[in-house]
Structures are given as C-alpha cells and as structure tokens.
C-alpha cells in the first residue's frame, strides 16, 4: 500500500483502501489530541443546516493546525495526498478540512452522498478510523455503495486504516456502531463557485 497505489486505485475505480496508513503510536497520539468538547453533527449546507438525530448521529469537533502536533502531522500527510493526486490526476483539489468525528453506542450515519454533482465542491473523501481494540461484534462497519447502488465494499473501522473514495461517486453508510467509535472525516475541496454560490458551508 502506497501513493501510488492509491492514485492508481482513484483513477481506476474511485476508492482505495489503505491499511496501516498510521501506526498504532500515530493513532494513539491523535487519540491525545481529541478536544473533549464534541458537537452534534449537522447535514446540508449552511443554508439548509438541520441536526437530524435518525438519519446521522455522530457528533463531531473539527480539526485545527494548532490542536497539537499529532494533528498538525495529519493535516501535512493530506497535504503531500492532496499535492500527488493533483499532480497526477488533476483534480485540482485545492483545500482540506476535517473533523473528528465520535459515535456512540447506537450511533450511526444513514446512506448518503458526501457530495452532489454541481452543488458543493468536496471532491474526495478520507476516513481515518481511530479504533484500536475494534472486533466485527462492535458494528460501526462503512458499506460503500455503486452510483447504482450495489455494495462495493463493507470496511471495518480499524485503527490506522484509511478510506478514500470519490465523493460524488459513492453513496455510503456507516451501520450502528455497538461501541464507541471515533474517526477522523475529512474532504479535499476545489476552489470555490459552483452554480454561482461560494460553498463556504462546514
Ligand atoms: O466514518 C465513516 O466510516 C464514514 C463517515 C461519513 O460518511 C461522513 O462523515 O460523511
Ligand atoms: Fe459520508
């Protein structure tokens, strides 16, 4: 598993998965880092924001530069990301934000679109799972889906793995989690205006 792995994965079928993206001690120190003050999660953009408890559950604390150093580690790994896919595949990802992201017992995310053609411009998602005592009886698995709705791929929330998948691409859920499960959710942005509307929503 690799960068170029992963590029190749991207251009050929839109998602990769890479294990071991981070060691256990890189796990754990971003473990430290977590602010303690979690917010509940909210769908849609800045204009149409609801909290909907049924559809996603998760309740999450975006990341800062400035959190720690384990963090600032992170933002510099998708940052060398971001640059090599540009490189390669020109999709002109401009920008990358993310959030920690905490389910509960019973928690879950229903099926969803990270991005809808035209209207925001996240281009590529990353989940980083943070989970390591994680056993298949704790749930919590991402099933990705087809744009035709078939499952691709049921993913374990392990420590140190990381999802990538296109973001228009690929419906997806997270199933109820039986334990508490904690991720980092990211998105590289293109700059800018789509359908003549800045998307500055978070
Ligand atoms: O945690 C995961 O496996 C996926 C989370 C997700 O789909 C999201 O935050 O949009
Ligand atoms: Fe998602």
């Given at each position: 598993?690799?960068?170029?792995?992963?590029?190749?994965?991207?251009?050929?079928?839109?998602?990769?998965?890479?294990?071991?993206?981070?060691?256990?001690?890189?796990?754990?120190?971003?473990?430290?880092?977590?602010?303690e003050?979690?917010?509940?999660?909210?769908?849609?953009?800045s204009?149409?924001?609801?909290?909907?408890?049924?559809?996603?559950?998760?309740?999450?604390?975006?990341?800062?530069?400035?959190?720690?150093?384990?963090?600032?580690?992170?933002?510099?790994?998708?940052?060398?990301?971001?640059?090599?896919?540009?490189?390669?595949?020109?999709?002109?990802?401009?920008?990358?934000?993310?959030?920690?992201?905490?389910y509960?017992?019973?928690?879950?995310?229903?099926?969803?679109?990270?991005?809808?053609?035209?209207?925001?411009?996240r281009?590529?998602?990353?989940?980083?799972?943070?989970?390591?005592?994680?056993?298949?009886?704790?749930?919590?698995?991402?099933?990705?889906?087809?744009d035709?709705?078939?499952?691709?791929?049921?993913?374990?929330?392990?420590?140190?793995?990381?999802?990538?998948?296109?973001?228009?691409?690929?419906?997806?859920?997270?199933?109820?989690?039986?334990a508490?499960?904690?991720?980092?959710?990211?998105?590289?942005?293109?700059?800018?205006?789509?359908?003549?509307?800045?998307?500055?929503?978070?």
């Open positions: 598993m690799s960068l170029d792995n992963l590029i190749d994965a991207i251009a050929d079928q839109g998602w990769y998965i890479w294990d071991d993206f981070l060691s256990v001690k890189q796990v754990r120190d971003l473990c430290q880092e977590m602010p003050n979690w917010r509940t999660a909210q769908i849609g953009r204009d149409s924001k609801h909290q909907n408890q049924r559809r996603r559950s998760d309740k999450i604390q975006w990341l800062q530069p400035t959190m720690g150093f384990a963090i600032h580690d992170y933002l510099e790994r998708m940052e060398h990301i971001r640059h090599n896919v540009n490189r390669a595949l020109f999709l002109g990802l401009f920008e990358y934000e993310a959030h920690f992201a905490k509960d017992i019973g928690d879950a995310y229903e099926k969803h679109y990270d991005a809808f053609q035209g209207r925001t411009n281009r590529l998602t990353t989940v980083m799972y943070l989970n390591e005592h994680w056993t298949e009886a704790d749930g919590g698995k991402l099933k990705l889906y087809s035709q709705d078939e499952l691709i791929e049921t993913v374990a929330p392990y420590a140190g793995r990381l999802v990538v998948f296109l973001s228009e691409r690929f419906p997806h859920e997270v199933c109820i989690s039986h508490e499960r904690f991720s980092i959710a990211g998105w590289f942005r293109t700059n800018g205006v789509s359908e003549q509307c800045f998307d500055i929503s978070r």
